[in-house]
């Protein structure tokens, strides 16, 4: 046995009698020269050989960890929300969201936007500047209203990955998800109608049902196998229902993908009580499983699904380009558009055109898959060192968002204005992502952004701010 | 006296005498020349005092005219609706007119596009161009809610001209005027709710109403002083009206630009009755006047109007940048704004700005505004010249489009019908400007491009329709 051999089964050994434990970081490399009088570049081999064996991650900057598989924080229990149409409020909060996005000084963890300085998009900024130097007049001109046919049908060619066989006049193009979500919406409810949700949902769904006056009942929703289709089964009965809104792929915030079977059974759930399905499929392109998990809409015999997209994580939100598949509905689904913003800017849709179709697509979302899911498990192992040890985290199947869930009588909104005050941080509470006022125990952070040492600042800052507040709770309510 | 002076009075006695009448094509200069045994130079010198004398038009490949001011089409009767809430239907027929914009087999006479050839619009490709040369990953991500500040700026400074005093923090940038309307409609009115309009009014607007469930009562509007006051007071009176929305300067489908008195007097009304009046500014800035009309947003005293407007007729349709100013009514268009389409996309945006910020806006505009006018002057005068004399033509005081009503037993549809099916040729036809079916003896033409040979040809054709119909209605119709 050599000498970084020997090193290296010690350190194993350490790690499995719980010396060093899940995500907790190892001694330095210099340190452990030193304790063991072995040089650098063994100590350097030995943690390579534990790296091999999948026992440590090296994280950059930052040194090396015990991986924390095996004891990574539980998973929250399934949601328990309220079972009865509520209206939408909570715009305050959202629209504080929305503009902390932009704020340059605060260093916002609340909104879920994608990494934007990865090269493979370089290509992008390229086929802009070509339609700047084409000069072609019927650019600047209206469009037509279902989208420009060259992106129409790039869309349909991407969309065979998730099992739909489209062709391009299936798709309207939209501005953006939000506008997708939203003609979706108006296609298949009226002001005053129900709507069904998964519970926790994305805050910026329940503002567009609010926008049109839609109530929204919250459905139980299970971390790994989403809606619960007994729950929805029982409000169906019970609700004129006019359809279920999910977000089955990646979901935000909570990360899971919908099993096949699951997705079979909500088809025949929704065939039975002739509901629409709207399906959200804005990160199911970035399933970290391969090949991407087929959508709702492939299994959609009868046209009663609508799928939404984007390419908002993808490639770029600021392009403002999304998408409809709208099956039956697909007039109401023109009208909405043209009444909404008539019709989508072309050199945006032509410049993403042809950025799909010279191939840089794919390449692109392959680097930012894994990309994010690298970052969402250093995000996680760190969150593990920080924060206290009652939390429970999801385990996100894609995407870029984790949901934690700390002990019940904690306050997020309490810990968001606290950290705004203090520290100059915004996190996203999780009672934005409920109608009916739950989840204010709960946090939505987005792990985006490459993992610094910045970041484990801002994540000690966060997690010291947390124990701060259990603390006082501990002492003033005595359990 | 020279020769050519001798020719031109000659030919001014003619048409004073009304042997040439307004709007008839002279005789050609060959022609004169050898009718009087004098030079083509004695000819074109005589012609060219003539114009100077403003008694004829030269027309670039098509001769001289006599100038048709005096001899003009009667402008229309004030129109007069059904005048009690009605909902909106006929999207089939706006669909086909929007989906005619695109067909490269038609010629769409019927759709409001401005002319996009200019070497003045230029600039505005260069700017595209850099936005994507400069790389800058923050015009991927999201933009603030309200707009890119950049561009907020220099409409402020625009808005100078039209009498208000803003900043960028008035305004809140949409996806085209169509967002615009729609995110100020759904701020004042509720589902159910009835809001008023000029009848007949732009059918892009009565759509917009209809997706939102809102109805509509059309008002008396005159083709030189706007909507009837009086008749507005007595709907009022009568009706809960949550809002007015009005199109005050260069009036899509009428032309006319409301006097200043009679704005004054529409806001007093608006604050007696305590509604929201909205303000489709959108043509404002092609206004034939110089300086242009000043807006009811200036003279808005206590935040009431919602002023809409948009890039899309001066600079470029398809770049979708709009705006509006919502004075009290701010919170509720930013919520509306982020429900409809979330934010709008930065590049064009940037484009639009820089555009501006460089000095190319007022040259471009100014060009448009007379190339506009000469447009219509020698469209009018055609129609004059094709068309059957009954007709009545609209006199419009700004931007590119005529309404021509003719008499009433002719219908518009079947026109619209026969023309497409037999010329491929598309027209608007007046029932789509009314909820309740008025106008639909009426045809709206869009007169942005420039006069070619092919358009003659096209006016020529249409002309004859209208005449054969004519002649069809007598003969089946005694009067």
Request: hydrophobic letters at 40%.
């Amino acid at each position: 046995m050599t000498r970084y051999q020997h090193l290296a089964t010690l350190l194993a050994q350490r790690i499995e009698q719980g010396l060093y434990q899940g995500g907790e970081r190892l001694p330095s490399v210099r340190a452990l020269s030193q304790e063991h009088g072995v040089s650098i570049s063994t100590v350097q081999q030995a943690y390579y050989l534990l790296e091999q064996q999948q026992l440590i991650v090296p994280y950059p900057r930052s040194g090396y960890f015990v991986r924390t598989r095996k004891a990574s924080p539980p998973i929250p229990a399934m949601s328990r929300p309220v079972q009865r149409p509520v209206e939408v409020k909570k715009w305050g909060a959202v629209l504080e969201l929305v503009q902390a996005r932009q704020d340059p000084n605060l260093i916002s963890l609340g909104s879920s936007q994608p990494d934007l300085t990865q090269n493979t998009l370089k290509p992008l900024w390229k086929q802009l500047q070509r339609v700047g130097q084409r000069q072609d007049p019927s650019s600047f001109m209206y469009d037509q209203l279902a989208g420009t046919p060259l992106l129409r049908e790039q869309i349909a060619r991407l969309m065979v990955d998730s099992g739909c066989q489209l062709s391009a006049e299936d798709i309207v193009v939209t501005s953006g998800a939000t506008e997708a979500l939203a003609v979706a919406i108006r296609a298949v409810a009226n002001p005053g109608d129900i709507v069904a949700v998964e519970s926790p949902v994305f805050h910026g769904i329940l503002q567009i049902l609010c926008g049109l006056d839609i109530k929204v009942i919250e459905i139980p929703t299970d971390f790994t196998n989403g809606i619960s289709l007994e729950a929805l089964e029982l409000v169906l009965e019970q609700w004129p229902i006019k359809a279920v809104l999910v977000v089955p792929h990646c979901n935000n915030p909570l990360g899971f993908i919908m099993p096949p079977h699951r997705k079979r059974a909500l088809m025949t759930l929704a065939q039975r009580y002739d509901i629409a399905i709207i399906e959200d499929d804005v990160y199911g392109e970035l399933a970290y499983e391969y090949p991407r998990p087929t959508t709702l809409k492939s299994m959609d015999i009868d046209g009663r699904v609508l799928l939404c997209s984007s390419f908002s994580k993808t490639l770029a939100p600021g392009l403002r380009v999304g998408w409809v598949v709208s099956g039956r509905y697909f007039d109401r689904v023109m009208h909405a558009k043209y009444t909404n913003t008539g019709t989508t800017a072309i050199c945006t849709q032509l410049a993403i055109a042809e950025f799909i179709r010279q191939g840089y697509y794919q390449p692109h979302v392959r680097r930012m898959r894994s990309l994010y899911q690298r970052n969402l498990e250093t995000f996680a192992c760190w969150l593990r060192y920080y924060f206290p040890e009652e939390i429970c985290v999801s385990r996100p199947q894609g995407g870029f968002v984790l949901w934690v869930e700390m002990p019940e009588y904690m306050d997020g909104v309490q810990l968001r204005e606290h950290l705004r005050a203090t520290a100059n941080i915004h996190i996203a509470e999780g009672s934005l992502f409920s109608a009916s006022g739950k989840y204010r125990h709960c946090l939505r952070m987005s792990c985006s952004q490459p993992w610094s040492n910045d970041m484990e600042k801002t994540i000690a800052t966060i997690g010291a701010a947390i124990k701060g507040m259990l603390l006082t709770y501990q002492k003033n309510v005595p359990v």
